[in-house]
């Protein structure tokens, strides 16, 4: 039986019920393992968790036993096996490790004071299933929209680190919608859950901060996004607007004119910096938006052009101060 004619005889084959003599390509020995083809390949580059032969054309082909490992690294990282820790571990010894009673998971651990609101029940319930304990669910965006403004914005306590929203369908309206809803919230992160939508969109949200996953999406790796998000800092009331601008453009261009006993005329450069990200922050306030999500790049391309723009004033100010500039 030819690679190709075997692939397609195992598509309604579980890992199981392989022939013992089976030589899979890559995207059929993932799907059986339950991976993504490029968690495959990262896997095997960085290390090396199989040895599959190549073709004389270059295509590897794997055996039962390469799906029964890949299979099994993938439930033990489920369960928040670091893979760097386990990819060497002999076959054998990752069947003891995964009939073991599974203790709590490094992500279930990191998310029990994580102050969680869902929208979407359905990903309410799969958190639930695994330990997770959202403080409020909401059916929809529109339901969440109508709680937050009948009860006002959120204070101290009430501000939560993590709104998860689930989207049966990601379209730009509906991006921007999910923005506004975690602004309202004064979330720390936003992590959008969708099932059908153009990428360009989800990339659009990911720019502007969002941690953005298709389905399918286990309740476990719904905890490992969380335990993500929640590796993050975020500031205490959600995110900060940047700061107002410290100096002009003339005050910046008579700073960079100044004579200074810094010979590698760092009061110059940093004034040529400081103002080249004060136009950035300005370009992407002006920029024409084709989309709501084509406009929440664009205020996170200016929230980052601002917030570089004022730890870099921040700079000069010591500059400033060290080299007793005049500031007109």
Not at 6 to 35: C, F, I, K, W, Y
Not at 179 to 188: D, P
Not at 282 to 297: E, I, K, N
Not at 307 to 319: N, S
Request: net charge neutral.
């Amino acid at each position: 039986m030819t690679t190709d004619a075997l692939d397609d005889e195992v598509q309604m084959l579980d890992a199981s019920r392989l022939p013992v003599n089976a030589r899979l390509r890559s995207g059929t020995a993932a799907r059986l393992a339950g991976l993504p083809v490029t968690t495959l390949r990262v896997w095997e580059r960085r290390y090396g968790v199989v040895a599959a032969p190549k073709t004389p054309t270059g295509q590897r082909l794997y055996s039962t036993l390469d799906v029964q490992r890949l299979a099994l690294l993938k439930q033990l990282s489920d369960r928040g096996h670091a893979i760097g820790t386990i990819a060497g571990l002999a076959l054998s010894e990752l069947q003891g490790l995964a009939s073991t009673a599974p203790a709590r998971s490094a992500a279930a651990a990191a998310v029990p004071g994580l102050h969680l609101v869902v929208v979407g029940r359905s990903v309410a319930q799969k958190l639930q299933a695994v330990g997770a304990s959202p403080r409020r669910v909401h059916d929809d965006l529109a339901q969440a929209e109508t709680v937050r403004a009948t009860q006002g914005p959120g204070h101290g306590d009430d501000l939560p680190d993590v709104l998860v929203v689930h989207l049966p369908s990601l379209h730009p309206a509906l991006a921007e919608r999910a923005l506004s809803v975690a602004k309202q919230y004064g979330a720390g992160t936003l992590i959008v859950l969708y099932a059908f939508g153009a990428e360009a969109v989800a990339e659009q949200l990911r720019a502007a901060g969002t941690i953005v996953r298709r389905e399918p999406c286990t309740g476990r790796e719904l905890l490992r996004l969380l335990a993500s998000a929640a590796s993050v800092p975020m500031p205490a009331n959600g995110p900060r607007m940047p700061s107002a601008r410290r100096y002009s453009d003339e005050q910046l261009a008579s700073l960079g004119e100044q004579p200074s006993s810094v010979l590698c005329e760092c009061p110059r450069h940093l004034a040529e910096i400081v103002t080249q990200l004060a136009h950035f922050e300005q370009y992407s306030a002006d920029c024409d938006s084709r989309s709501p999500a084509d406009a929440a790049l664009h205020r996170h391309l200016g929230s980052l052009a601002g917030a570089a723009r004022a730890m870099f004033e921040q700079a000069l100010d010591r500059v400033i101060a060290d080299e007793g500039l005049q500031v007109p």
